[in-house]
């Protein structure tokens, strides 16, 4: 869908007929090209589950940060701007298809492919007697202790229901102990129990057999009310508005006021409220009523109420066959176990290509800088790294031997918060020096700068990333990892963590673009400078790999550049507002998305000029909010074997891919490239697993 923002001209080159694509719409459109992984015969069927319980996590987030704003509008009337009644009304019509299609995927589909695999999730009429008697005992030893019901009167009002927490309502007939006809009731479903629970051989008949834990509580709803009557039920879960807001400038100490918030965000404004299918008419509007939420916030469902917790399934199952076969990274190629990091950085920069190579590579890093005596400070950011941190016990480690350790760690990071908190008051409490970088900004920059004593001199080495430092997340995320002793960018990096720590001005940098100060402006220069190229006749080629482009100014730029004669590829996994291949306006851009076994999460930034090239990684994407609202690195990769390994591995594939890859179309659509070689084709991910299997077995190691 075309946003009803019109691209300003700032060059005779732009044009006002250009309307960029709208942001929401663009982000429902990423997950479903992620459900069509759901869909695709060639992906083991395990992993077809688990793509269908990602869109629905996706689609989670979705509406607990997007949605407000639209729901609010519509609530209004508002009927001008960005968000209005109809904005409203458009992406819910969008998300309920989505929703329906999810769910017809999940029950004419999967289900009937895993029943064939003698795999069988078994609903209360299914079950024989012995698998009734298995559940009734069950319930009774571990469910009912942990159930209170709650019958609705003027003294026990509607119980406050927590984000995406799952509940059963339930109509009663009859009249309660003390003589009154109250009618309804709430049933919380614990969290602290699974959502499923493979039933014993013994009673699976040959199959392995599990159980929701929603059916084993429905199947026994009428023991939680003796003398009551049971009738009209029905599960439900609300989705909450859960991006924290807090104001800066107005508190004394950040980490409390997102502690606070946080116990707050499982309340927030109701924005989507899920039913089963057959939920009555009289319970839906009871609870829309009880949420304030209209008609078309509600969503029937025809199967689990929260797909998301379906991905336990793939790990109870866990079979081989019904999985990707295999994959561990091998060792970073450019590196020997065991030789010193200072010594072989002394030779040259080293990069890492996650997950084909293994995080290890950076764990390694880190743990050689603890252990050395020589090493006397370490300074890290810390954005995502998750509970549990090898990480983060090896910069606790640093510490015990009186390292001096910086961590910027950034508290406001989505849906990490709690951890990062938990992190930040750990390492104080040790002595380490914790800063939560710049107020009004978070620090999304990843850096990880040692200072070590070598003769006379001090050297520092460092490694900066496109991604997190989260080993999990290292294995299942494409992301660049760079290793430097560089003087000059090691000393950009140090001026970086000083002015995050003192706030000082930055000095003038050598290899780094920092934002939100240069790196907007740099970009918008460089693209630009190839424009001024092609119009005289020179050629000019732009290749670009982020996960979002949602910049107007950037947007803007690279129309100019097209419209100039500059060739220009984009590969944006997420959401994309330029719209490519507009005939007269944007013919020479394309756009494509890679959707494969791996999240692309690297950002790449390649610009040619003739016969001189420039190449920058990133942790920036070209989002209005990494480019002025949060503090990001780019830099340059100057060595020109490095620079050609990564264009060979990180751009060149990728625009080749004819299996995983989606090339946006005129109207705002993506297209599946050569969708009828479904099994078949060049897959950029596959042909990088290969390559670096070779690498793993010893063919082909530099």
């Known amino acids: 869908m075309l946003s009803s ?26 997950n479903e090209r992620v459900l069509d992984c759901a869909k695709r015969a060639d992906v083991p069927l395990l992993e077809r589950l688990r793509f269908l319980c990602i869109v629905s996590s996706n689609l989670d987030e979705f509406f607990e940060v997007r949605a407000a704003l639209h729901l609010t509008a519509a609530q209004a009337r508002e ?42 999730i078994v609903s209360h009429g299914d079950r024989n007697a012995a698998q009734r008697q298995w559940v009734q005992a069950y319930f009774e030893r571990e469910v009912r202790p942990l159930l209170i019901p709650v019958g609705l009167d ?26 009154r006809e109250n009618d309804i009731a709430i049933v919380k479903v614990p969290r602290v129990l699974p959502r499923l629970i493979r039933m014993p051989a013994k009673v699976s008949g040959g199959h392995t057999c599990f159980v929701s834990l929603s059916s084993v509580i429905r199947a026994h709803l009428n023991e939680l009310f003796p003398g009551r009557e049971v009738g009209q039920f029905s599960q439900f879960r609300v989705t909450r508005h859960s991006d924290l807001a807090v104001d800066e400038d107005d508190v004394r100490n950040l980490r409390t006021a997102l502690r606070l918030g946080l116990e707050q965000r499982h309340y927030g404004q109701a924005v989507r409220l899920e039913v089963s299918a057959g939920c009555s008419k009289h319970l839906s509007d009871f609870l829309l009523g009880q949420f ?69 590579g950076v764990l390694d890093f880190l743990r050689e800088a603890v252990n050395d005596p020589q090493v006397l400070a370490i300074r890290q950011t810390i954005y995502r790294t998750g509970t549990d941190s090898e990480m983060m016990v090896l910069l606790r480690e640093a510490v015990r031997r009186g390292k001096e350790v910086m961590v910027v760690l950034e508290l406001k990071a989505r849906f990490d918060e709690e951890a990062n908190i938990n992190w930040a008051e750990m390492l104080e409490s040790i002595g380490a020096q914790v800063v939560y970088g710049v107020v009004g900004l978070k620090t999304h920059a990843k850096m990880l700068l040692v200072t070590r ?34 003087p000059a960018l090691t000393a950009d990096i140090d001026n970086v963590f000083v002015h995050l720590a003192g706030q000082s001005k930055l000095p003038k940098l050598n290899r780094l673009w920092v934002a939100p100060f240069q790196l907007h402006k740099k970009l918008i220069e460089k693209i630009d400078a190839l424009g001024d ?29 097209g419209q100039r004669g500059v060739k220009i590829d984009l590969v944006v996994r997420g959401a994309c507002m330029l719209p490519a291949q507009v005939p007269g306006l944007t013919d020479n851009i394309r ?11 690297s950002r790449v930034f390649y610009f040619r000029c003739a016969g001189d090239e420039a190449l920058y990684l990133s942790s920036a994407d070209w989002m209005n909010r990494n480019m002025l609202r949060r503090v990001e690195l780019a830099w340059s990769v100057t060595d020109p074997l490095l620079r050609q390994r990564i264009i060979d591995e990180c751009l060149v594939p990728y625009l080749h891919d004819g299996r995983d890859a989606w090339d946006l179309q005129s109207d705002g659509t993506y297209q599946r490239v050569h969708p009828s070689n479904a099994g078949g084709g060049h897959g950029a991910q596959a042909a990088l697993m290969a390559r670096y299997a070779a690498r793993n077995s010893g063919a082909g190691r530099p």
């Open 292 to 360: 304030n939420l209209p008609e078309a916030s509600l969503y029937r469902v025809h199967g689990p109420v929260n797909l998301v917790r379906l991905t336990q399934l793939v790990d109870l199952v866990n079979d081989p066959r019904l999985l990707f076969p295999a994959y561990k990274g091998c060792y970073p190629t450019q590196l020997v176990p065991g030789e010193s990091f200072f010594e072989r950085l002394k030779r040259g920069d080293v990069s890492i290509h996650q997950p084909f190579e293994s995080f290890d």
């Open 591 to 601: 756009v494509r998305s890679i959707i494969g076994r791996f999240l692309e999460h």
């Open 154 to 179: 003027p003294s026990h009002p509607f119980p406050q229901v927590a984000n995406k927490s799952l509940n059963f309502i339930v109509r009663l007939g009859g009249r309660d102990a003390f003589g």
């Open 79 to 120: 009927q001008k701007g960005a968000y209005t009644e109809a904005s409203f009304e458009a992406l819910a019509e969008a998300a309920h298809d989505m929703v329906a299609r999810q769910y017809a995927l999940y029950n004419d589909e999967l289900m009937p492919l895993f029943d064939k695999q003698g795999i069988k």
């Open 5 to 30: 923002v019109f691209a300003s001209p700032t060059t005779p080159d732009a044009t006002v007929s250009l309307q960029f694509l709208d942001r929401d719409h663009s982000i429902l459109a990423f």
């Open 533 to 561: 190229a092609a119009a005289v006749g020179k050629d000019a080629r732009i290749v670009a790999k982020m996960n979002a482009l949602t910049d107007e100014a950037l947007m803007l730029a690279l129309v100019r550049a």
């Open 453 to 486: 004593r070598e003769g006379q001199y001090l050297r520092r080495y460092a490694h900066l990333s496109t991604g997190n430092y989260n080993p999990k997340t290292a294995r299942l995320y494409t992301d660049l990892s760079y290793l430097t002793a560089d």
